[in-house]
């Protein structure tokens, strides 16, 4: 990518942040202390800021020059097999994927967990957030607190983690179910 596309970007991209805010080319000028001609050369591609005055137009406009240039749609949407996690448990004999990797920074963190014949997951104290899950294959007994819930292949379950939990398999065939925990606690 040469000079020129790059520049063609950054007034585009400064545009429609712009009109995404609702303001015009002066009233972005004047927030900013700039001249309304500098703002149009600006989206116009026709002059190129300085940094100092980009990071003024960005904070004017509500971003920062990380945010401004970290382009989402370069994140990653799907997630094959390649990417997964896996943390395999003898003692407890399961077998835990992060289907999402690093997903501990998102608001949610999804797990697929295999539960072997007599398998079960760690016992997790109580903690905030809540857990979802839906049963891929086999069955599971869900134990919080006291509680002992059976669920089957094709149901799902949903609780608040207020008291100890954990999951183990019924049945000799074991179990597969995601997991997802918000906020991330896996």
């Excluded at 927030?31 to 005055?53: H, Y």
């Excluded at 399961?94 to 997903?103: H, L, S």
């Amino acid at each position: 990518m040469d000079n020129t596309s790059a520049r063609m970007d950054l007034g585009n991209k400064i545009k429609e942040l712009r009109n995404k805010k609702g303001l015009t080319q002066e009233e972005l000028a004047d927030r900013c202390e700039l001249s309304k001609g500098f703002i149009s050369q600006l989206e116009n591609d026709l002059t190129s800021p300085s940094i100092a005055t980009l990071v003024d137009i960005l904070q004017c406009l509500g971003t920062s020059l990380k945010d401004f240039f970290n382009d989402a749609g370069d994140e990653q949407i799907v997630f094959s097999k390649d990417d997964f996690f896996e943390k395999v448990d003898a003692e407890l004999h399961n077998k835990v994927e992060w289907i999402i990797p690093n997903a501990q920074k998102n608001k949610m963190e999804p797990i697929r967990v295999t539960l072997e014949k007599d398998g079960s997951t760690y016992p997790d104290l109580p903690h905030e957030g809540e857990e979802f899950g839906y049963v891929l294959s086999g069955s599971i007994t869900i134990i919080v607190g006291n509680r002992s819930i059976k669920a089957a292949k094709g149901d799902a379950f949903y609780f608040t983690p207020d008291s100890e939990h954990y999951i183990k398999a019924r049945g000799k065939s074991g179990a597969v179910f995601l997991w997802i925990s918000t906020p991330p606690n896996f």
